[in-house]
Every structure is written in structure tokens, then in C-alpha cells.
């Protein structure tokens, strides 16, 4: 079993910050691919910011002057830095992972977090 916990959702201003947490335990062997994804009301989950376990990464157009990711592999945690934010960035945010477990050592498989909200709003 892999749990994916996400924190540092709020309600924040526009031009304001937030940082995003995750934190992945259980029975891990290892992380590849690490990221977020966001779902506003009425719509479909988009991906938001990829890392790999080599620290390359991948923003949306929409986010990547004002969003940073990154990720502490020996924490097991990836972060989301917003900078900026706007009343369209409102939103659930969930954070991933691609996990090799003892079940599914090989590929691995992706787990999801439950989802913290992000509202920007004066």
C-alpha cells in the first residue's frame, strides 16, 4: 500500500503564494515520475507540473512562469511552489506518483493524493 498526502491548500489573494506538499509513504521501493494536476469546478483534470526522479521537469503553458516543482527523493515528497496566482489557478490539486512497489515491481503504478483546494480570491 502507497498513500499519497498533500497539504498547503488555501485560501489566498491574487498576486499571493502558496506551497504545495506531498508526501508519499508505505511499502516503496522506488519513485519514478512525480507531479500535480488541478481540477476546477466543471472541469476536467489537467496536468499541471512533472518531475522525474532525475529532476527534469515539465510545466504547463499556463503555469510555468509563476509554478516551480520539485521533489526531495530521500523525503519521498514533492513539492509545488505558486507564485502569482490568479482566480483561475482556483482549484483541487492532486498530486502523483509512479511507484515500483513489492506488488508491482517492475513498471510500477501511478497512486494519487487526495486532493487539497487552491482558492485565489480577494
Known amino acids: 500500500q502507497v498513500q499519497l498526502v498533500e497539504s498547503g491548500g488555501g485560501l489566498v489573494q491574487p498576486g499571493g503564494s502558496l506551497r504545495l506538499s506531498c508526501l508519499a509513504s508505505g511499502n516503496i521501493l522506488s519513485i519514478q515520475d512525480m507531479g500535480w494536476y488541478r481540477q476546477a469546478p466543471g472541469k476536467e483534470r489537467d496536468s499541471v507540473a512533472i518531475i522525474t526522479n532525475s529532476g527534469a521537469t515539465k510545466c504547463a503553458d499556463s503555469v510555468k512562469d509563476r509554478f516551480t516543482i520539485s521533489r526531495d527523493n530521500a523525503k519521498n515528497t514533492v513539492y509545488l511552489q505558486m507564485n502569482i496566482l490568479k482566480p483561475e489557478d482556483t482549484a483541487v490539486y492532486y498530486c502523483?506518483?509512479?511507484?515500483?512497489?513489492?506488488?508491482?515491481?517492475?513498471?510500477?503504478?501511478?497512486?494519487w493524493g487526495k486532493g487539497t483546494p487552491v482558492t485565489v480570491s480577494s
Open positions: 502523483y506518483a509512479a511507484v515500483r512497489t513489492p506488488t508491482y515491481p517492475y513498471y510500477g503504478r501511478n497512486y
